[in-house]
């Protein structure tokens, strides 16, 4: 599948990104039964769990498609409509079957944001910055991060339960650092980005956004 199929397809609309911070588990996502959402890792538990439909989902860590429970997720569990986005790098650890809905994008980098990703992306040490700049390539004005916490506590880094998490605190700067850089190329083009966790990191660097106040009158 090639990325360019995807330039604008969402043109005008506004996206759900699904991180997998604890925070996400507070929220009611049954809500996005009818809204864009872009998932990643384990966010295809949620979208079983409260009954809607991820539309892309991403995956850039090798740790993920290297560990067999995780990544049935990403492979044997998704939808079999969703549209898959993988960093290059992994493409030879996938399933085959699923070339035909998947785009493979090479990094060009660790720091920066991509606009055009037919030219790569910037990987920013976190997997939040590859939903982000496919959801600007999508042509998304409005984007929305769920459970974007960067908290890595020992015992609940995630949402989900792990025999042996996988902690990121020493690339918690870095990915702050890509995120808040993501939300000034969002501004300079007239589109926003958004935090919705009230206990994320991000809250001084990104405008933040509660979540139930964007169903109001729907």
Do not use: W
């Not at 991820?54 to 492979?75: A, C, E, N, Q």
């Not at 999508?138 to 792990?162: A, K, M, N």
């Not at 990915?175 to 939300?183: F, G, H, K, L, R």
């Not at 969002?186 to 139930?212: A, R, T, V």
């Amino acid at each position: 599948m090639k990325i360019n199929s995807l330039y604008n397809k969402e043109v005008g609309k506004r996206a759900f990104i699904l991180a997998n911070g604890p925070s996400v588990l507070n929220q009611d996502l049954s809500k996005l039964r009818n809204e864009l959402v872009i998932g990643m890792n384990a966010s295809i538990l949620l979208d079983e769990k409260f009954k809607f439909f991820s539309k892309y989902y991403v995956i850039s860590d090798h740790r993920f498609m290297t560990h067999p429970i995780k990544k049935d997720l990403g492979t044997k569990k998704l939808n079999k409509n969703t549209t898959r986005i993988l960093r290059k790098e992994l493409e030879e650890l996938d399933m085959k079957s699923l070339n035909s809905r998947t785009c493979y994008i090479q990094a060009i980098g660790k720091n920066g944001f991509s606009e055009n990703l037919k030219s790569g992306y910037f990987f920013g040490c976190t997997t939040t910055m590859l939903a982000i700049q496919l959801a600007y390539y999508l042509g998304c004005t409005e984007v929305y991060l769920l459970g974007c916490d960067l908290r890595y506590s020992t015992e609940t880094p995630r949402f989900y339960e792990e025999e042996n998490p996988q902690l990121e605190d020493s690339f918690t700067s870095v990915q702050i650092y890509n995120i808040a850089n993501a939300s000034v190329k969002f501004e300079q083009n007239g589109k926003k980005l958004f935090n919705c966790s009230p206990i994320s990191y991000l809250l001084p660097y990104l405008p933040y956004c509660e979540y139930d106040s964007l169903f109001k009158g729907v």
